[in-house]
């Protein structure tokens, strides 16, 4: 109850939407951690790395703590963060084969979680190599349609290695091969076309 006083009511409003930003920052510096881990601290020859920070600038993540993750991420100053990717196959509900990609710094943990995951909602673990089979390993670039017309993500993606690009609701997708995805995001931003 708030009586007269307006941050009485005001705080358990801040509360909610502090708790919300807390997350999303969270899952935003360890995305900068781990690219600076993968390839170095200099942003201009990272392309991962400079996606992740201008993720957290669009969502207001402070300067200082976008520096401080990639510091750790790179290993400089001492501190250092162990990430590790792990591969999860498993059965959803009716049997649809899932894969599962953690990054995680305690493995047990992310296995207990995964199992846990799976099994509140129908799910199962399945053995390595029972579901991957049915996958391939694909990069995904969503474009918005806002200045840009299909012919010209068409030539500026395709010229790069692009597969195939789709159209959707807000713009189109880029499909290629996961390695390919940076040469065709440099090639996309060479052109003048943004991405997300």
């Given at each position: 109850m708030s009586g007269h006083s307006k941050w009485a009511t005001t705080k358990h409003k801040k509360a909610v939407v502090d708790a919300r930003r807390a997350k999303s920052w969270a899952?935003?510096?360890k995305n900068i951690e781990v690219a600076a881990k993968l390839g170095g601290a200099d942003l201009q020859g990272n392309p991962t790395?400079?996606?992740?920070?201008?993720?957290a600038k669009k969502t207001s993540v402070p300067k200082d703590n976008i520096d401080r993750a990639i510091?750790?991420?790179a290993g400089i100053g001492g501190e250092s963060v162990?990430?590790?990717s792990i591969m999860y196959e498993g059965y959803g509900p009716n049997g649809v084969a899932l894969m599962i990609e953690c990054l995680t710094d305690n493995k047990n943990r992310a296995a207990a979680e995964v199992r846990t995951a799976l099994s509140r909602n129908g799910g199962t673990l399945a053995d390595p190599g029972s579901v991957a089979y049915n996958f391939s390993r694909k990069g995904v670039i969503?474009?918005?349609e806002e200045g840009t017309t299909e012919d010209d993500v068409m030539l500026a993606a395709l010229e790069?290695?692009?597969e195939e690009i789709e159209p959707h609701a807000q713009g189109f997708e880029v499909i290629t091969e996961a390695s390919d995805v940076v040469?065709?995001?440099s090639a996309l931003v060479d052109a003048g076309i943004e991405y997300e």
């Open positions: 899952k935003l510096i790395l400079f996606d992740a920070v201008l993720k510091k750790r991420g162990e990430y590790s969503v474009v918005s790069a290695g692009a040469a065709v995001r």
